[in-house]
């Protein structure tokens, strides 16, 4: 008589368990989250061609979007492309972020060369470009950036400038910035064109060595 109350008890333990994992199982599945769709986030240039826009990669890939957007940008200008893949070339764009774009300043070193200290998170050569993610002190004042090159010098040297423009003290700020390296193309006819770039940060004046290829 024990043995068979102890079966009963057991088969509707395990009922039990069969229902609670069952309720479980139909409540995950009803409350699966919807996944969100991959993103990417790279520097890239806008491409405007009758009022239609593109976007140029720095590995020379153009990105079509899907369907026409409200960024309205101008041909050449630097952005942070937000965009999210959707078939071959097509993508759909999340946000598209303007960067400040410039080029190599035509004269200038080194009375108008600023040296007012950055932080440096990222340089590198892309797409033509010299691209720089950096950290200022930002108060309310607007700062002055630019790129000269140092004519008398017998190599490619490049001068980052940043001037604060009596800015207050204030707090740190990322910015980004592109310049244009196409005019070191026209000036030589090698395939590879090392150059130096110099910043003055703060921890002192720093030299990068690049090659545009």
């Excluded at 395990?14 to 229902?19: A, E, N, Q, T």
């Excluded at 153009?62 to 050449?76: M, R």
């Excluded at 950290?135 to 309310?140: A, D, F, K, V």
Aim: charged share 25%; hydrophobic share 35%; glycine share 6%.
């Amino acid at each position: 008589m024990k043995m068979g109350l102890e079966s009963i008890r057991m088969k509707k333990r395990f009922l039990i368990i069969i229902g609670l994992l069952s309720l479980l199982f139909v409540t995950a599945c009803e409350k699966e989250p919807n996944r969100m769709n991959d993103y990417f986030l790279e520097f890239a240039t806008v491409l405007k061609s009758n009022g239609e826009i593109k976007f140029a990669l720095d590995n020379r890939k153009i990105l079509i979007p899907k369907t026409s957007t409200s960024y309205d940008g101008v041909d050449g200008q630097r952005v942070i492309l937000d965009y999210s893949p959707y078939r071959a070339d097509t993508v759909i764009i999340n946000r598209v972020t303007d960067i400040f774009t410039s080029t190599i300043a035509k004269n200038g070193f080194p009375i108008r060369w600023a040296t007012d200290p950055v932080k440096i998170q990222s340089v590198w050569v892309g797409g033509d470009y010299l691209n720089l993610i950096i950290e200022i002190e930002y108060h309310s004042k607007p700062h002055t950036v630019g790129l000269l090159r140092d004519f008398e010098s017998s190599q490619v040297d490049l001068y980052f400038s940043h001037s604060r423009n009596d800015d207050p003290p204030g707090y740190p700020q990322k910015m980004y910035a592109s310049f244009s390296l196409n005019s070191l193309r026209n000036s030589t006819t090698s395939n590879s064109i090392p150059f130096s770039l110099f910043i003055n940060t703060d921890k002192g004046l720093r030299e990068f060595r690049f090659e545009l290829k």
